[in-house]
């Protein structure tokens, strides 16, 4: 029997190592993306109804799009489209994750929808199709579906699985307002005529694969962050105030606004949160870690 209902999970994602390379004559970026999954997630429910709609709760729900233009309502129209079948379901979406935050909430709820969906419809999808048409989604999405650690290269759909040695922790500021992803890249256009191809950095592999906060925080690098600061200087003093009160290392978060600092341990990550909290240089400070499981079934 198909399941009436379906309940996917589906986490956040920080990139330890974001290297851009020149801008290729389809608009896109080549990339060597470290791509880490965070457990903070957005739960995303799918149910049989007479047509297509999608719902969503939480913090700043207001600023997610309810049309067709959800990649959670594109994932399911794309499998639909595979299968023969209509996309008559409703999807609802918990949101956790920071909206518009360089966190790919988007994203993950593309993927969470997909692996909700194919379960609902008992279409029996292999791995490969479902990261098919995740590629087809966006850049992100491949890497929502599978989560723990992984090299992007391509426009960071081309995924290549890390090993993590240890639990790393993190304080993620929110700010206020969001910043638009293509804003960012063409500012990074800008500021870099001349980018290199990205290469991804060995010491940071290094540091993933033996759990060791402190080199992982000396090997942190995104490319984009001058871009991002340029379009919000603001987010230099969120950075500041993290170093400050003892974070490891700082850094925007993909295209921001998110900021994040890598903690050396869980009290370290407490302080952190509440320097940040206290400052009023961010709207929200949360307390996580990583490696985090990709996609998953709550319920069905």
């Keep these: 029997m198909t399941p009436r209902t379906v309940t996917v999970r589906v986490p956040a994602k920080v990139n330890a190592q974001l290297a851009v390379g020149p801008a290729r004559p389809d608009g896109f970026h080549d990339l060597a993306n470290v791509f880490l999954a965070v457990a903070l997630y957005d739960t995303v429910t799918v149910t049989p109804a007479e047509e297509l709609r999608i719902t969503c709760t939480g913090p700043d729900a207001e600023q997610v799009p309810l049309d067709r233009t959800n990649l959670a309502a594109r994932a399911a129209e794309l499998l639909a489209a595979r299968h023969g079948i209509e996309p008559n379901v409703h999807i609802h979406i918990d949101k956790d ?112 694969r033996t759990g060791d906060p402190k080199a992982l925080a000396a090997a942190l690098t995104n490319d984009l962050q001058p871009a991002a600061l340029s379009l919000r200087p603001s987010l230099a003093d969120t950075l500041e105030t993290g170093r400050q009160a003892g974070a490891l290392a700082t850094l925007v978060s993909g295209s921001g606004p998110t900021t994040a600092f890598l903690c050396a341990d869980p009290e370290s990550a407490q302080q952190v949160a509440a320097g940040l909290t206290a400052s009023g240089t961010c709207r929200a400070a949360r307390v996580t870690s990583s490696p985090a499981p990709g996609a998953t079934v709550l319920r069905a």
Excluded: N
């Excluded at 994750?97 to 279409?123: N, R």
């Design 97 to 208: 994750i920071p909206v518009a935050g360089g966190m790919a909430g988007g994203s993950a709820d593309g993927a969470g929808a997909l692996l909700a969906c194919d379960a609902l419809w008992g279409t029996g999808a292999p791995q490969s199709q479902l990261l098919d048409i995740c590629a087809e989604l966006g850049s992100d999405v491949p890497f929502s579906l599978v989560g723990g650690a992984a090299l992007g290269t391509g426009r960071g759909e081309k995924l290549t699985p890390l090993e993590v040695g240890g639990t790393f922790h993190w304080v993620f500021a929110v700010a206020d307002g969001g910043l638009s992803t293509p804003a960012v890249y063409r500012e990074f256009d800008r500021l870099t005529p001349d980018a290199p191809e990205p290469v991804a950095s060995p010491a940071l592999l290094d540091a993933l």
